[in-house]
């Protein structure tokens, strides 16, 4: 993207036993910036503590960019450059030259527009209603899945009968 900041990020990980020798995935995701909708970079390592990534990444307008580590222990993550929210008093965490951030949980990122002010009630009701509607769409699969199966095996028989009585004429 001409005239657009880009970044290619040289990451330490401090401290060095922060993630496991061969973790899941360390990786640089940018969205939400407009028509070239995600963009995902899996880093090189260069060194035991020391990654690259291996593109240029986004670091303008309304893109989010992150860096994202997965060992299997821990899903978290470091904000790169996440733009000024007003609608939740969220300020802009620029992409400096060279910066360091702490690795938080990677939720409190990717969801930053979460409100924990809720109460507990409302979480379980809430939880309560995506299982019966997720109950709901397996009960229609497992009845479709049955009566399609009837219908096969009622033609499947239909044919057979026919095919003994072509024979026996």
């Known amino acids: 993207m001409p005239g ?8 330490r990980l401090e ?4 993630i496991d020798e061969h973790p899941t995935w360390v990786t640089i995701l940018s969205w939400q910036g407009g028509g070239a ?20 990444m986004p670091v303008h307008g309304n893109w989010k960019t992150l860096l994202r580590l997965q060992d299997g222990r821990m899903l978290a993550a470091v904000p790169i450059f996440l733009p000024a929210d007003p ?26 527009e979460r409100n924990l002010d809720v109460p507990a009630w409302l979480w379980g009701i809430s939880n309560l209603i995506v299982l019966l509607c997720s109950l709901a769409v397996i009960a229609g699969l497992c009845v479709t ?25």
């Open 15 to 18: 401290p060095a036993n922060l």
């Open 37 to 56: 909708g995600v963009i995902n970079d899996q880093l090189r390592r260069t060194g035991p503590d020391t990654w690259e990534s291996t593109k240029p």
């Open 145 to 169: 899945t049955a009566r399609i199966s009837r219908s096969i095996a009622e033609v499947g028989a239909q044919a057979e009968a026919r095919d003994r009585e072509a024979t026996v004429t």
């Open 87 to 112: 609608a939740l008093g969220a300020p802009e965490t620029p992409a400096s030259a060279e910066f360091t951030r702490d690795v938080v949980p990677e939720i409190s990122i990717l969801q930053r």
């Open 4 to 11: 657009k900041p880009e970044v290619i990020a040289k990451v």
